[in-house]
């Protein structure tokens, strides 16, 4: 039947379609292209399978063009809002197929650019909003309906591009609208210029994306990207390396209460604004006053938590801080680039590639050790450290205390950093050196002490003059850094096995 109607003469079309409106007149202008593809499209139907369904895909774009031409406004509007309605759908439900049929569809609805009935320069002054909108009617009867077909055949020319879809299977839509485009731009100008220009050029735009040749790549090619991927492989490994992402194995579940490793004590801290300026207050609840009184570690850590939970409901009382919330127990990897969306209930995978620094996808999967498993795959290929470190928490009892091995003062024992802390004061400026020993034998204890005491007697007889403004007390084996590393919430040694030198710091 399809074959038949294409048949037809263009003079029947004519006369079918006389009494119509006049912004379909320009359609059947069109329809002779379309006629004359669709009997290009027998002959190639005997050729080949490729030509035979572009073919079919013609004869899909005139029959709809037909049927919207002999619809009335009613039905019109109808047919669009069903097509909208499908075009709403999340834009991962949406096939390829069942997106064919709405482009085509817009495609079949889409009107030709027209003149903007306004007129331009100075008569624009004396042209009144009512010849305005007569020009307007004239010209088009119906320009919110077009307008809505033009929104829509941009929403689904921006999911198609999105979803990544083969556009092969629209490119004679495609080049049907640049058509019409091109028709306007030879005999009027830009098309920027028509009436809904920005609507005209957005579309112009999308589909010239989309036409975009996407040829097989050859040999030469595919070389190329595999040297350009090992290339950025290999200047990520150049990068400095990743920051290790710690996380606490200690959590209050509370918001504004956190756990400190260096002070052994909770902290609760408070954010107030004063005008322009914030305010940080922090107040912490160490466990060492209830270990003095016989409590042990995990009671002691216990009620330095009541005591910071106490404090925080003391500022919610004043209005600096709101009523907890309950933290849900979202599931959670020590895997990096692994989150779990509990709307989804599937667990995501994003890295960011430490070149471009741009968001690198994984996909999503039902079962967590997928998600591990691909995370680790990528992270390998893009040069990163795939896990979290979980920094576990000492308890004081497994900690050694280490009495000082002779006079000399100014050299103790730090308990919770495991090591010698020797310091000084030269000039009014305090230094200090952390030196840890290689392990707890009475000999190794005694080296570090003697090093200790050794940097400590020669800060305090090599005093160098200034240089540039800067005092310089640093000797060959030691290094001085500008701030004291104690001050960090979580020192990079916290964690390490053994450490010699700890480095030196000065305030």
Known sequence: ?????????????????????????????????????????????????????????????????????????????????????????????????????????AAACLAAPRRDGRPQGADAENFSDAETAAAAESRDPNPDLQGRVRSLLLHVLHV????????????????????????????????????????????????????LPTETPSATEVQGSQVATEMQVEASHQLKPHRVRVRLERQSGIQNITWSVVGGSWKCQCFTRNGTKWKNT???????????????DEAAVEAALQEAKAYREELVQQGKLKPPKPIAATPR???????????????????????TRKQVYGGCFRAKEKAEAKARELAKQLGVQPDIEVLPVR?????????????????????????????????????????????????????????????????????????????NFSTPEIQIYPSKPLKSAVPQWASAPVLQNMGCYRT
């Open 333 to 355: 990897s020590t895997v990096r680039g692994v989150f779990f969306d509990r709307s989804q209930q599937k667990w995501h995978v994003r890295l960011y590639h430490p070149v």
């Open 282 to 296: 922090c107040r912490s609840f160490p466990i060492s006053k209830f270990l003095e009184q016989g409590l042990g």
């Open 395 to 471: 308890k004081n009892s497994d900690l050694r205390c280490i009495e000082k091995l002779g006079p000399e003062k100014g050299v103790t024992w730090d308990v919770k950093a495991q090591c010698w802390h020797a310091q000084c004061y030269i000039r009014g400026k305090k230094l200090g050196v952390f030196i840890r020993p290689q392990d707890f034998s009475n000999q190794a204890v005694k080296q570090a002490w003697d090093e200790a005491v050794s940097w400590r007697r020669q800060q305090k007889t090599v005093q160098k003059p200034r240089e540039e403004g800067i005092l």
């Open 1 to 105: 039947m399809l074959r038949r109607r294409c048949d037809k003469s263009y003079a029947d079309l004519v006369v079918a379609s006389a009494d119509d409106d006049v912004g379909d007149a320009e359609l059947k202008a069109e329809l002779d292209e379309v006629v004359h593809a669709c009997g290009t499209g027998k002959t190639a139907d005997a050729a080949s399978i490729g030509a035979s369904a572009r073919s079919d895909q013609h004869l899909t774009l005139f029959r709809l063009m037909n049927e919207w031409g002999f619809l009335s406004d009613a039905q019109k509007l109808e047919r669009l809002k069903q097509a909208e309605q499908a075009a709403k759908c999340p834009r991962r439900s949406l096939s390829q197929a069942e997106l064919t049929e709405i482009v085509i569809l």
């Open 160 to 211: 198609g591009r999105m979803n990544q879809f083969d556009c092969r299977a629209i490119e004679h839509v495609l080049d049907f609208v640049q058509q019409k485009i091109n028709k306007f731009e030879d005999k009027v100008g830009e098309i920027a210029g028509a009436a809904a220009g920005k609507a005209w050029l957005k579309i112009k735009h999308s589909v010239g994306q989309l036409l």
